[in-house]
């Protein structure tokens, strides 16, 4: 007779699970115990579940499969939280495992008791507690097809007696559904699309990480309609390289190319796309959306014709119906525009420019520990990183400096908490990145703040020999908060940070480290670090005062930057 513990493990083995992440407590001891006897099965265990539950999102969005956390009673469990939040946000297929008191004490208060229903009934797309075996597979089943099918996070409560519990001989054993559906709209609704597309003068394409599989039939339709091409942060990794129409992002990250696109199209045509920031898009425009999820059709903006299913069978039935548009200077212009800011963009890339603007100022610099600008550790990365590298990135300034900086050629991948928006999500993913391919290049593009948040699991690099190279932007700053502040007005406040020597800190836990602070060394530092195949971190020495302008700033941001530094210069003298 087996287990429900070992049920569990072996079809998760089965379904092509390799890795759980997790912390190790009472009531899971049972699923560990089988884990441990499971060959098929690597356990990872981290300092901080929360870690556990970013890794495991991090393999579902690499990997497509799913991927699994585990935390114990109470505590256990509500760290996982942040993680899920990302997973679900992510649309990431991530299954929960979370211990509970003995069945007999549920409900009296006991010690350590949460009601982890109630808890998770917001992250998840399903959520239950086993209380009687009989209750399995069934249960177990509905909580790996919700999580793969939706996809999203399902949370399964198990607790210990019922983990340690026999199932009787003969019992079924779980079977997941098949996951390949694939819906295209109706011909009704794509001859209305053709029909607006053809008719319009000037088209811009607005694409998300939804076009991913549609790369091909994205750059006919973008050829065959002379549109630019505006893409998300996500849909960089698969339709930046070798796009002549692409023209970069949108939004506070992105440039005055890509919001002029916008702004002077006739028609918007959004593919695979739920961008959530409403102003940055433009009115008054006829707007298409393709998009697989019903309920993302028309939340962001109005929406005249709307598509629902799988851009790549979709794109594929309206190329044929798409006329030949012959270019009125809507793509030469955009495409101009995106070449021109580059050009401009590059320049702050060089190290050396600073020292080179202040000696046109007829200034000098003596300072050997000038600090570096973070574009030119973003333009680095792009430089020596390896074409099948995996980046991962915090939300901040890390974010917006890869953004710019950094090149998606190959089969780069980019992970980051853009819809969740988490600061300490970059070495936790990275973790979960490299434990996929402990020979693939993965660089954590960590802010100082985030990485303080979840310091302890550097180790988790040491303990399971991850080579992840964490690369951190450490300005001293909360950035991103320190740069609203001062668009709106307010003088910095309390996003100092006090940091310790990060390189000495990761140092003393067991990591290969430099503390990088000369803007001329950058570049055979990083070289060098990405040439080791161990666990290795650089702690370089940004400047705090460098902002990212975004594509069309107002004049009442301007005038909230100015009145915030002379406050600043104000308090700074007492």
């Given amino acids: 007779m087996t287990t429900v513990a070992e049920m569990i493990v072996t079809a998760l083995a089965d379904e092509g699970v390799t890795q759980i992440w997790g912390v190790v407590g009472d009531a899971l001891n049972p699923i560990t115990d089988a884990i441990r006897r499971e060959d098929r099965i690597e356990w990872i265990g981290v300092r901080h579940e929360e870690v556990a539950a970013y890794a495991a999102g991090a393999q579902a969005q690499l990997s497509g499969t799913l991927g699994v956390c585990m935390g114990t009673v109470g505590p256990g469990s509500i760290h996982l939280l942040g993680g899920l939040y990302d997973a679900k946000k992510s649309h990431a297929p991530v299954l929960a495992i979370c211990g509970q008191v003995p069945t007999a004490d549920i409900g009296s208060e006991y010690f350590q008791e949460v009601d982890n229903d109630a808890v998770f009934r917001d992250v998840a797309e399903f959520t239950a507690t086993v209380t009687s075996v009989a209750q399995l597979p069934r249960m177990f089943e509905q909580a790996v097809n919700a999580a793969m099918s939706r996809p999203g996070v399902a949370v399964l409560t198990v607790p210990g007696d019922i983990a340690g519990a026999k199932v009787e001989s003969g019992s079924p054993t779980p079977r997941f559904v098949s996951r390949s559906r694939t819906v ?151 495409q101009h525009h995106y070449q021109t800011w580059v050009e401009r963009q590059h320049r702050l890339a060089d190290a050396g420019h600073d020292r080179k603007l202040l000696g046109r100022l007829r200034r000098h610099l003596d300072n050997p520990d000038e600090l570096i600008r973070p574009e030119a550790v973003a333009a680095a990365l792009d430089t020596h990183a390896a074409d099948d590298a995996i980046f991962t990135t915090d939300t901040g300034m890390s974010t917006v400096w890869i953004s710019r900086f950094l090149t998606l050629r190959g089969d780069r991948r980019l992970l980051g908490s853009y819809n969740f928006g988490s600061m300490a999500n970059a070495l936790p993913q990275a973790l979960g990145a490299q434990a996929l391919d402990r020979n693939r290049q993965v660089i954590a593009c960590c802010g100082d703040g985030g990485l303080m948040l979840l310091l302890g699991d550097l180790r988790t690099a040491v303990s399971y020999d991850l080579p992840v190279t964490f690369v951190v932007f450490d300005n001293g700053r909360l950035g991103m908060v320190k740069l609203e502040q001062e668009q709106g007005g307010l003088p910095e406040f309390g996003t100092v940070l006090d940091n310790p020597d990060l390189a000495a800190v990761a140092a003393a836990m067991g990591l290969e480290s430099r503390r990088v602070t000369d803007p001329e060394a950058l570049n055979g530092v990083l070289a060098e670090a990405l040439s080791l195949r161990r666990p290795i971190l650089l702690d370089v020495l940004t400047n705090p005062d460098e902002i990212s302008i975004p594509p069309k700033p107002t004049v009442d941001q301007a005038w909230g930057f100015a009145i915030a530094k002379v406050k600043e210069t104000l308090d700074s003298r007492g």
């Avoid at 050829?223 to 996500?234: D, F, G, I, Y």
């Avoid at 696109?261 to 006739?266: F, P, Q, S, V």
């Avoid at 939340?299 to 629902?308: K, P």
């Fill in 184 to 334: 295209v709209p109706g011909g009704a609704e794509l001859a209305e699309a053709a029909d607006v597309l053809n008719g319009a003068e000037k088209v811009t394409l607005l694409v998300g990480v939804g076009a991913r599989e549609a790369r091909a039939e994205i750059l006919q339709i973008a050829e065959r309609l002379s549109a630019p091409m505006v893409l998300t942060l996500k849909a960089k990794e698969a339709l930046e390289q070798d796009n002549p129409f692409a023209v970069g992002q949108t939004g506070l990250i992105g440039n005055p190319a890509a919001h002029a696109a916008l702004a002077e199209c006739d028609v918007l045509f959004m593919v695979g796309t739920d961008f959530p920031y409403t102003d940055w898009y433009p009115t008054g425009k006829t707007v298409i959306q393709l998009d697989r999820r019903l309920e993302h059709i028309g939340r962001r903006t109005a929406v005249d014709v709307s598509l629902v299913g799988h851009c790549q069978p979709a794109l594929g039935v309206l190329l044929p119906l798409l006329e030949n548009t012959p270019s009125d200077g809507h793509l030469e212009t955009a």
